[in-house]
């Protein structure tokens, strides 16, 4: 009797953990999608008008911050540590999708470490491929880092849309009356 209550003990701890786990990841998709198709449909946000996004986000965070995690821990008011860590992990491993990218065509990864390795070797390619593959240049969106309630993000974006043109900027976002609304806006960089 002792071993089967152990192993019903030990199931309901799995099921109730890894469902926690589950309901966490799927409402981290469903808002980070509900704040890209926001984002995106904003025909007043300069960064926007490009035709290419990159499939991972180009801007180093890191310059923000020498201690990005902790300053997001408290730009977002984070409490719970494993909260925070698992954020972190999604920012860092985030890549663009078909869905999220709205139409625009995506740059992969693969295809700018090919033009890194022909500037590496002389050939500036990027550029002039640029120019007549991508009208405005790219842009660039992390994803967002939510707080545990979902209803505060902080995201980057940015673009580039000539070899001395760019900028962009990190903001928080806030959850309010059913809109994500900027609350700040941070570092911005204008090239």
């Known amino acids: ?18 469902c926690r786990e589950n309901i966490s990841e799927n409402l981290d998709k469903e808002k980070t999608n509900e704040l890209f198709t926001q984002i995106i449909n904003d025909s007043t ?27 997001i821990k408290m730009e977002l008011d984070i409490k719970q540590e494993t909260h925070l860590k698992k954020q972190l992990e999604l920012f860092r491993n985030f890549q663009i999708t078909e869905k ?10 693969l295809e700018f470490k090919k033009f890194a ?19 405005n240049g790219y842009l660039s969106i992390s ?25 962009g900027e990190t903001r928080i976002y806030q959850f309010k009356n059913g809109k994500w609304t900027i609350e700040k806006t941070e570092f911005e960089w204008i090239s």
């Open 143 to 167: 994803k967002p880092i939510f707080n545990e309630t979902f209803d505060k993000a902080f995201i980057v974006i940015g673009s580039i849309s000539g070899r001395k043109s760019g900028g």
């Open 1 to 18: 009797m002792k071993k089967h209550l152990g192993h019903i003990l030990i199931l309901i701890f799995i099921l109730h953990f890894g």
């Open 100 to 109: 999220l990218a709205f139409g625009r065509n995506i740059i992969s990864e």
């Open 45 to 71: 946000d300069h960064f926007l008008d490009s035709s290419c996004i990159s499939e991972k986000t180009k801007f180093l965070y890191t310059i923000i911050t020498p201690d990005f995690d902790n300053f």
């Open 117 to 135: 390795s022909d500037a590496e070797n002389g050939n500036n390619s990027f550029w002039p491929w640029l120019d007549s593959n991508c009208e």
